[in-house]
C-alpha cells in the first residue's frame, strides 16, 4: 500500500526532465520549481482556504445532524441518513456536474453570481464534508453509554451542559477524525472544483492537471511529494493527541 507513495518521492529526486530508469543522477531542483512556481502556491492557498472552512462548516453541521439522527427518533430518520450520506456514494464527477446545474438555476432565481465565486466553491465543499462527520460522529454516538449523561442530569446539570461538558468531550476523537477527513478530502478534490472555480482562481489539484497537459518532469513528483509529507505530518500529530484508531 506504501510503495506507489514511495514511487512518487522517489521519482521527485530524479535529474532528468524526461523520466527513464535508471536516472541519470538526482536533484532538489524539482521541489524549488516547485515552491516557486506561481500557479501551485496559489493553488495550494486557495486549497488551504478551503478545505479549512469546509472541514469547520462541514463538521459543524454534521454532528448536528448526526445528534439530530441518534438522539431524536423521528419519521424519516433513515431517509434523511441516507440523504446525508449521499455523497460518499456519488461519484465525484457527477456530483460536480450536478452542483454546477443547480447553480445556474439559481443564479437565474435570484439573479446573482454563484458559479465562479469562492463563497460557491466553499458551499459545494461543505456538501462533500458533512456525509464524514455524519457518518463517523454517528458511529461514535452509537457506542456511548447514555446513562453517563443521565447521571450528570440528575445531578443537577441542564441537558445543554451534559452535552457540551460530558457527551461532546467523549466526541472528541470521531470529531477531530472528522475534521482530518474532510479537510484531506476537501484539499485533494478535483472534480467539484473543476467546474466552479472562477476566473484568476485555481485549487492545487487543478493547478497540477493544468500544468500536466504540457508538461511531464518530475516537477508534479514534487508537488506530490510535499503533499504526502504535510498530510502524513498532520495525521500523526493528530494521533499523537486523538487516536484515531478508537473511530477509524
Not at 79 to 108: D, F, K, M, Q, W
Amino acid at each position: 500500500m506504501l510503495s506507489p507513495l514511495f514511487f512518487v518521492m522517489w521519482l521527485s529526486f530524479f535529474q532528468d526532465a524526461i523520466l527513464y530508469f535508471p536516472p541519470s543522477g538526482y536533484t532538489l531542483g524539482w521541489y524549488q520549481k516547485a515552491v516557486t512556481h506561481p500557479a501551485f502556491v496559489n493553488g495550494f492557498l486557495t486549497s488551504l482556504q478551503v478545505a479549512t472552512l469546509a472541514a469547520v462548516v462541514g463538521v459543524g453541521l454534521g454532528v448536528m445532524a448526526a445528534l439530530g439522527i441518534i438522539r431524536f427518533r423521528f419519521r424519516g430518520n433513515k431517509p434523511v441518513n441516507t440523504l446525508l450520506l449521499s455523497p460518499l456514494l456519488i461519484p465525484g464527477i457527477v456530483a460536480g456536474v450536478a452542483i454546477y446545474l443547480a447553480y445556474l438555476r439559481l443564479e437565474n432565481f435570484l439573479d446573482m453570481d454563484i458559479v465562479g465565486t469562492y463563497g460557491g466553491l466553499v458551499i459545494a465543499h461543505v456538501c462533500l464534508t458533512i456525509p464524514w462527520t455524519v457518518r463517523l460522529v454517528s458511529a461514535s454516538m452509537e457506542g456511548l453509554d447514555p446513562s453517563i449523561e443521565e447521571a450528570a442530569r440528575n445531578l443537577g446539570a441542564s441537558s445543554v451542559v451534559a452535552f457540551v461538558r460530558i457527551t461532546l468531550p467523549m466526541l472528541r476523537p470521531a470529531i477531530v477524525a472528522a475534521c482530518l477527513f474532510s479537510f484531506i478530502v476537501s484539499f485533494e478534490n478535483l472534480e467539484l472544483s473543476l467546474s466552479l472555480v472562477g476566473p484568476g482562481r485555481t485549487t492545487l489539484p487543478i493547478a497540477i492537471m493544468q500544468y500536466l497537459e504540457f508538461n511531464l518532469d518530475p516537477t508534479i513528483a514534487a508537488v506530490s511529494a510535499i503533499q504526502i509529507v504535510l498530510l502524513g505530518i498532520i495525521m500523526l500529530v493528530t494521533d499523537r493527541y486523538v487516536k484515531l484508531s478508537q473511530v477509524v
